[in-house]
């Protein structure tokens, strides 16, 4: 699929069928995320895929949002190996993760998998659900499938601000 045709249709999918992900599209969609771009390359993000029941139990115990997705990636970080930016206010973690997760869900889209970015959930009780190392933050979940039938985008989708609203020329 041509770049802007992804970026164009790609939506939040908010109810999945039970089809469960190809381990080629999967291995695709990680692929992409782990080629993303991160803060003097230290590629401190860690991905977990959850699709067991017990994992997935995990997940809906913390949030609401899985929508019924037979997979899940939570995208999180090594707070102990990110880039300090000068001033030492801020660090590389959570934009190179979000630059990850957002590879992750431009190359879903191109692949033909749905998904939707959840945050709506308490990212330490995730951490300790999965067993995850104290060196870890979880950034997100990403809920990976395919569209239930009767699935589609929310109403309010299409609706955008205008360049003129968002960008400002100096």
Known sequence: MEFKEVVKTRYSCKKY?????????LNAILEAGRLAPTAKNLQEQHIYVVQSAEGLAK????????YGA????VVAFDKNNVFTYPGGKRDSGIEDATIVATHMILAAADEGVDSCW???LDPEKL?????????EEVLMVLDLGYAAEDSGPLPNHA???SLSETVSYL
Not at 59 to 66: E, S
Request: hydrophobic letters at 35%; one cysteine or more.
């Open 17 to 25: 069928s039970s089809r469960q992900v190809e381990q080629e599209k």
């Open 159 to 161: 609706n955008r601000k």
């Open 118 to 120: 959840i945050n709506f």
């Open 127 to 135: 951490a300790n659900a999965l067993g995850l190392p104290e060196n």
């Open 59 to 66: 997940v809906d115990a913390v949030t609401p949002c899985r």
């Open 70 to 73: 037979p997979t899940v990636v």
